[in-house]
């Protein structure tokens, strides 16, 4: 595999375009990333997970990607920067994302991003990809419906398909009680969350795949930080960005101590069309 040490990834610069809150003060909130870095510590530490598996692969030989699930396209315009001759599709189907996406490209820094605002099963025959990724986007979709299979057929032979959910069996700390808003979020929005480690390889199996790469993030460690900014935010954003600090702290020890291999609340997996 490439080193990809040589390659700069850095996540989150676009959030000053993207955020709400931060668009309205953009002088502030170029001081408060210059300082802070990323607000959101979910994609934060999603972004590590991420940033951390794209070393298992060929990153710099890749010459077409697509970002399934684009959402605010962070994962895209952060291997926009690291990789400027390589295409990045970033599809996206919410109206919303697709505007704040195009609005983003709309700042001519990032020539190598396109927008696909329809279903992997639009691109047209010909359309194959060395990369594949889809990033806490297939827990939001009936698993009928996981598009694993078009993913396969939409790369190109020896290209990689790279999934990351969150695993059917979470690790909590405080009483369920205490996340009542949360959790009737996660049962509207989290219809795919079905699958342990286990049953993501063999659903990824399934569609063709030779699997490369199996694991779990995200323990205890983590647990703690994400609800102790979940708890923060309730005080407000002045609250939430004080303790933001500590939050990531918090994760950095997990990254440099957590072994496990049989739980964990994210899972992800690298499978490779061999054909």
């Given at each position: 595999?490439?080193?990809?040490?040589?390659?700069?990834?850095?996540?989150?610069?676009?959030?000053?375009?993207?955020?709400?809150?931060?668009?309205?003060?953009?002088?502030?909130?170029?001081?408060?990333?210059?300082?802070?870095?990323?607000?959101?510590?979910?994609?934060?530490?999603?972004?590590?997970?991420?940033?951390?598996?794209?070393?298992?692969?060929?990153?710099?030989?890749?010459?077409?990607?697509?970002?399934?699930?684009?959402?605010?396209?962070?994962?895209?315009?952060?291997?926009?920067?690291?990789?400027?001759?390589?295409?990045?599709?970033?599809?996206?189907?919410?109206?919303?994302?697709v505007?704040?996406?195009?609005?983003v490209?709309?700042?001519?820094?990032?020539?190598?991003?396109?927008?696909?605002?329809?279903?992997?099963?639009?691109?047209?025959?010909?359309?194959q990809?060395?990369?594949?990724?889809?990033?806490?986007?297939f827990?939001?979709?009936?698993?009928?419906?996981?598009?694993?299979?078009?993913?396969?057929?939409?790369?190109?032979?020896?290209?990689?398909f790279?999934?990351?959910?969150?695993?059917?069996?979470?690790?909590?700390?405080?009483?369920?009680?205490?996340?009542?808003?949360?959790?009737?979020?996660?049962?509207?929005?989290?219809?795919?969350?079905v699958?342990?480690?286990?049953?993501?390889?063999?659903?990824?199996?399934?569609?063709?795949?030779?699997?490369t790469?199996?694991?779990?993030?995200?323990g205890?460690?983590?647990?703690?930080?994400?609800?102790?900014?979940?708890?923060?935010?309730?005080?407000?954003?002045?609250?939430?960005?004080?303790?933001?600090?500590?939050?990531?702290?918090?994760?950095?020890?997990?990254?440099?101590?957590?072994?496990?291999?049989?739980r964990?609340?994210?899972?992800?997996?690298?499978?490779?069309?061999?054909?």
């Open positions: 595999m490439n080193n990809i040490n040589s390659i700069e990834l850095v996540y989150g610069r676009t959030q000053i375009y993207t955020s709400p809150r931060m668009q309205k003060h953009p002088k502030l909130s170029r001081l408060i990333f210059k300082i802070f870095g990323y607000t959101s510590i979910g994609n934060w530490a999603r972004a590590h997970v991420f940033i951390d598996r794209l070393k298992l692969l060929p990153l710099k030989d890749f010459k077409k990607i697509l970002d399934l699930g684009a959402g605010l396209g962070e994962f895209s315009f952060m291997l926009s920067e690291a990789l400027p001759t390589t295409s990045i599709t970033a599809l996206e189907i919410l109206p919303e994302r505007n704040q996406l195009k609005s490209l709309e700042t001519g820094k990032y020539p190598n991003v396109t927008v696909f605002d329809s279903k992997i099963e639009e691109f047209g025959d010909n359309e990809f060395d990369f594949i990724f889809s990033i806490d986007v827990e939001h979709i009936k698993p009928e419906e996981m598009p694993f299979e078009e993913c396969f057929k939409k790369l190109k032979p020896g290209g990689y790279l999934v990351k959910i969150p695993n059917v069996n979470q690790l909590t700390i405080c009483p369920d009680s205490w996340f009542e808003e949360h959790n009737q979020w996660l049962e509207d929005e989290h219809i795919g969350q699958y342990d480690l286990n049953g993501l390889v063999d659903r990824t199996q399934k569609a063709g795949f030779k699997i790469h199996a694991s779990y993030s995200d205890w460690l983590s647990r703690v930080a994400w609800e102790l900014s979940y708890f923060t935010a309730k005080g407000g954003a002045v609250l939430q960005l004080m303790f933001l600090p500590i939050c990531k702290l918090i994760y950095h020890i997990e990254w440099l101590t957590f072994k496990s291999k049989k964990g609340n994210a899972i992800q997996v690298i499978g490779q069309k061999v054909v």
